[in-house]
């Protein structure tokens, strides 16, 4: 049951971005279509690298090159945004899922994964902005921000259960 409600809602996001890419003048070709989807489907943050290694396994046809010129338009035409993490990599999600106000996401130290649009994380925490500060930044630093992200770091699920099972084999 939840399953269908789940692919009615993947297809209405999809023809949201479909529709996107129609109303800025652009045709939906194969590859726009397909790195739609997979960004759509994805539970994770994905490097082009990570989209491209998708896109394969729905059309081994279409390359490397294209998936970074489809992505880099989608990201023009405000499909796609990008975000630069703490690991200094950049990720791509779907825009509206970018609008979101804080970005709050986990790094797991061991294995690098990253843990994001987590219930459990965004209700631990409650940040706010000081009355404009976007502005008292830009006028006292000199610096622009567009937007802050909250980051925290440790250990995920599966690499504390795999240390304690570690842990306990080693005595
Ligand atoms: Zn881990």
Same mark, same amino acid.
């Given at each position: 049951?939840?399953?269908?409600?789940?692919?009615?809602?993947?297809?209405?996001?999809?023809?949201?971005?479909?529709?996107?890419?129609?109303?800025?003048?652009?045709?939906?070709?194969?590859?726009?279509?397909?790195?739609?989807?997979?960004?759509?489907?994805?539970?994770?943050?994905?490097?082009?690298?990570?989209?491209?290694?998708?896109?394969?396994?729905?059309?081994?046809?279409?390359?490397?090159?294209?998936?970074?010129?489809?992505?880099?338009?989608?990201?023009?035409?405000?499909?796609?945004?990008?975000?630069?993490?703490?690991?200094?990599?950049?990720?791509?999600?779907?825009?509206?899922?970018?609008? +979101? %106000?804080?970005?709050?996401?986990? =790094?797991?130290? /061991? !294995?690098?994964?990253? *843990?994001? @649009?987590?219930?459990? &994380?965004?209700?631990?925490?409650?940040?706010?902005? +000081? %009355?404009?500060?976007?502005?008292? =930044?830009?006028? /006292? !630093?000199?610096?622009? *921000?567009? @937007?802050?992200?909250? &980051?925290?770091?440790?250990?995920?699920?599966?690499? +504390?259960?795999?240390?304690?099972?570690?842990?306990?084999?080693?005595?």
């Amino acid at each position: 049951m939840s399953e269908s409600n789940n692919d009615t809602e993947e297809r209405e996001r999809e023809k949201f971005y479909e529709d996107r890419i129609g109303s800025s003048g652009f045709k939906i070709t194969k590859p726009r279509d397909i790195i739609i989807k997979v960004l759509s489907r994805s539970s994770k943050l994905m490097t082009a690298d990570d989209i491209y290694l998708e896109v394969k396994k729905e059309d081994p046809a279409v390359g490397v090159a294209t998936v970074y010129r489809t992505v880099e338009l989608l990201t023009r035409l405000k499909i796609v945004c990008r975000r630069i993490l703490g690991s200094g990599r950049s990720y791509y999600m779907l825009s509206r899922e970018c609008a +979101r %106000e804080t970005f709050i996401y986990m =790094i797991c130290d /061991n !294995c690098k994964k990253i *843990i994001t @649009n987590n219930k459990c &994380l965004n209700s631990a925490v409650k940040v706010r902005l +000081r %009355e404009n500060a976007e502005e008292s =930044i830009l006028k /006292n !630093c000199n610096l622009k *921000i567009d @937007n802050y992200q909250i &980051l925290f770091t440790g250990l995920c699920d599966e690499c +504390r259960k795999s240390m304690k099972k570690q842990k306990k084999s080693s005595r």
